[in-house]
């Protein structure tokens, strides 16, 4: 889907987190490219969404929170005030509030929404995106892994850019070739803090030793989710849903230098690969002004310096993840939600310290196995197979996949309690 010549107007979604904020200095040095015409956050950080929704002038403010938009609300009149706004002369934005005002802002008139929320929460604001003819920047892969059939039903051609390294790499290598020339899709991964560790070494990992990335800087979900390689597996699957190549021939290397996003192999032997330091800007610019390119977006390679990248195969015996994401991948339908759902709550449990890091890659396994062996609870989810699945199955998946991935976390710790 093309956009017209011009200043592009742009929805962020979780404007306040890690892909938000690069956003919006993307944003803040090319006035000339973009405007910014509505912001949406959580709501645990008020002050810097005011401080965002002033500086950038936005005509709508969401809050996933209700509970905080009176004080939103009044922070922005305090905040106004003491920029030195004349009272009654400076435009508020409009403030919606509660869990569906991120769907609503996602429908709002512009031409990208950019989707940077974390975890599950960001599907119904995709597909509102979508449904409103909107370029939507994807940040957030959970919202296509889960809804899978759904959103690719509802875009059109050319209207999902991907703002993941690993997949803006893959897009950007793409246009060396056609579809039929592509031989394989190699994701790179870092492999995280624990690179080189075996399952024993892995048993005793602590959540300050997880939340230590040693190249990115995300939020704490996706940094976890890259120490047990969780957000690789996930990748496996958007990378599968995004260019319709097939699971056996989408491949991970590990390459701890993170300047290597991505590459693709064709079938002549040749490989086209995706460089640049690991920094966001990029991908995050080419997600709001695809096709082009946003000229400094950030600083590129220094090739004055001598310096060597490492590639090596992945350990699919200590971090079994990417494994377990071909299985729900393939069998698609709502196992990929149940596989999203499972790990989020696995995560939560682990930062809870309910829950060792080396079991959450297990109890999802567990969890995903069950789903598939048509396990339910009273209010349970059966597994619903291919393109059959409704955002109510969806829904229903992921929310069983939480109660359950939950249970066991009880039952393990009732265990380890009694032994």
Avoid at 101 to 122: F, H, Y
Avoid at 172 to 201: K, N, Y
Avoid at 359 to 388: F, P, Q, Y
Wanted: net charge negative; aromatic share 6%; with cysteine.
């Amino acid at each position: 889907m093309a956009i017209g010549s011009g200043v592009r107007r742009i929805v962020i979604l979780g404007s306040t987190g890690s892909i938000g904020t690069q956003a919006l200095d993307i944003v803040r040095r090319n006035p000339d490219r973009f405007q910014v015409v509505g912001l949406s956050a959580g709501g645990a950080n008020i002050d810097l969404l005011v401080s965002q929704a002033l500086e950038f002038g936005v005509a709508v403010v969401a809050v996933g929170r209700a509970s905080v938009a009176a004080d939103l609300q009044l922070a922005l009149y305090a905040a106004a005030k003491d920029r030195g706004y004349a009272h009654g002369n400076f435009p508020m934005p409009q403030i919606l509030a509660g869990p569906d005002a991120s769907t609503e802002i996602a429908r709002w008139d512009g031409d990208v929404v950019l989707n940077g929320l974390a975890g599950a929460a960001g599907l119904q604001p995709t597909l509102a995106a979508l449904e409103c003819g909107r370029v939507l920047a994807l940040a957030n892969k959970e919202s296509l892994i889960i809804g899978g059939p759904l959103v690719k039903a509802m875009a059109a051609p050319g209207q999902i850019v991907p703002v993941d390294s690993e997949h803006s790499a893959l897009a950007q290598s793409l246009r060396s070739g056609e579809a039929h020339e592509v031989r394989r899709l190699v994701l790179t991964a870092s492999g995280g803090p624990f690179r080189g560790w075996d399952r024993a070494q892995l048993d005793g990992v602590t959540l300050a030793q997880a939340l230590a990335h040693p190249t990115w800087d995300m939020g704490p979900l996706v940094t976890i989710n890259s120490a047990t390689l969780m957000n690789k597996g996930l990748e496996i699957i958007e990378a599968h849903l995004l260019f319709d190549v097939p699971y056996d021939r989408i491949d991970v290397v590990v390459h701890p230098q993170s300047v290597v996003h991505s590459m693709v192999e064709f079938v002549d032997g040749s490989t086209i690969a995706q460089a640049s330091p690991p920094d966001m800007r990029i991908p995050i610019a080419m997600g709001m002004a695809w096709p082009e390119r946003v000229p400094d977006a950030a600083p590129g390679c220094d090739w004055s310096q001598a310096t060597s990248w490492e590639f090596s195969p992945l350990d699919d015996d200590a971090f079994p993840a990417v494994r377990l994401a071909r299985t729900a991948g393939r069998a698609g339908g709502t196992a990929p939600a149940v596989f999203n759902g499972a790990d989020e709550a696995c995560v939560a449990a682990f930062v809870a310290g309910d829950l060792s890091f080396a079991r959450i890659v297990d109890t999802v396994a567990r969890v995903v196995d069950e789903h598939l062996a048509g396990a339910v609870d009273d209010d349970g989810s059966a597994w619903v197979s291919g393109n059959k699945v409704t955002l109510p199955d969806v829904i229903s998946a992921d929310a069983w996949a939480r109660r359950r991935a939950t249970a066991i976390v009880r039952e393990t710790t009732g265990e380890a309690t009694r032994a």
